[in-house]
């Protein structure tokens, strides 16, 4: 009798995301149902909150968008196909948007973002994981489904065409999110199908390349910044400073020993790509004996620029006044008016 009071009590699942329609797709009724759903897939806009939002409303291209703030905006029904995978495969299959959800977050694929949207992110897919009953390593980033086609430096369809949410594969960004799994390798690549277009990509997807560890390592520390602000304001802050030493300083309260041998281990693997800081400024590009090779137009590709350099960590993209090392930059977002320097 219980049992059954208790089932009658219960409608169906009630959708427990808490998310806004305020930009709700006017696409919505010309988008089909779709028939399965086995990925969800993680993006970043690379662009400002409300620039994206009006985007991604009016392009139909994602089903939910979480801001820095934490909040959700539902954007396509999740039910329907929201255009957000592009050209795509996974596991020998094509087009993602077909059995996948998307999710975008206002951010930057090689940005750390601040906890209030990493826990609205962390909510909102565990409420779709359990909905759609998806195991963690169903849970991956835009850059591991897309891929290119053939083109003048890779004559085969080739994984690696965007860098899209690739922090969502990082071991540090992952434990923030609850997920204890990720894919342990791209099955198309390994069957052929795609080529590596893109090594850097590929370590970080599959590899230990792990750029979030010193903003997420210490879970415990979030009990201080709860919103974790206070590490994103350090790391606004070290855009404009050369980022070097200044970890060290807050652990001074530590033995000295022990914290010399930390900074010792820490900076390792560093010392063996680059022995010294990249440069962050065009007078550290001019100092250090870069010239600028050529500037970004509509007929002047970055390809046809700096040829398969192009993503070299040893090619700079500056802008306005930022720096980008070619291993950084996402093809995607290289923009008109940059200028590539090489040496
Ligand atoms: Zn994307």
């Not at 996948?100 to 209030?116: F, L, N, Q, R, T």
């Not at 006044?321 to 040496?343: L, Q, S, T, Y």
């Amino acid at each position: 009798m219980m049992a059954f009071l208790v089932s009658a009590m219960l409608p169906t699942r009630v959708f427990a995301i808490n998310a806004s329609d305020r930009y709700r797709s006017p696409r919505n009724p010309e988008r089909k149902i779709r028939s399965s759903t086995e990925l969800i897939v993680l993006h970043t806009t690379e662009a400002a909150e409300h620039g994206s939002l009006v985007k991604l409303c009016d392009r139909g291209e994602a089903h939910f968008c979480v801001t820095e703030e934490g909040r959700v905006y539902r954007i396509v029904d999740r039910d329907r196909e929201a255009f957000h995978a592009g050209r795509s495969m996974w596991n020998g299959r094509e087009d993602v948007d077909k059995f996948s959800i998307g999710i975008e977050c206002v951010g930057y694929h090689d940005k750390p973002m601040p906890m209030a949207q990493i826990e609205a992110i962390k909510t909102l897919v565990k409420e779709l994981q359990s909905m759609y009953r998806l195991s963690d390593d169903k849970v991956v980033c835009h850059s591991h489904v897309a891929y290119g086609a053939p083109n003048r430096w890779h004559r085969q369809k080739h994984r690696g065409r965007k860098r899209c949410g690739m922090l969502f594969a990082m071991p540090s960004v992952r434990a923030q999110l609850g997920l204890k799994k990720r894919p342990a390798y791209d099955a198309d690549v390994r069957a052929k199908r795609l080529v590596v277009g893109d090594d850097y990509l590929r370590k970080v997807l599959y590899g230990n390349i792990d750029t979030m560890k010193s903003s997420y390592k210490d879970k415990s520390r979030s009990a201080d910044d709860k919103t974790g602000i206070f590490s994103w304001l350090k790391w606004r802050g070290s855009e404009t400073k050369a980022p070097a030493k200044s970890a060290t300083k807050t652990t001074a309260a530590k033995p000295a020993a022990k914290t010399a041998a930390k900074t010792a281990t820490a900076a390792k693997p560093k010392a063996t790509l680059h022995s010294v800081t990249p440069p962050q400024t065009k007078q550290e590009l001019i100092m250090r004996g870069y010239k600028i090779k050529g500037s970004v137009s509509k007929d002047t590709t970055a390809a046809k620029i700096a040829g398969p350099k192009w993503n070299s960590p040893d090619t700079y993209y500056t802008i306005r006044d930022k720096v980008i090392p070619g291993n950084k930059i996402d093809p995607a977002h290289i923009e008109k008016g940059m200028f590539i320097w090489m040496r």
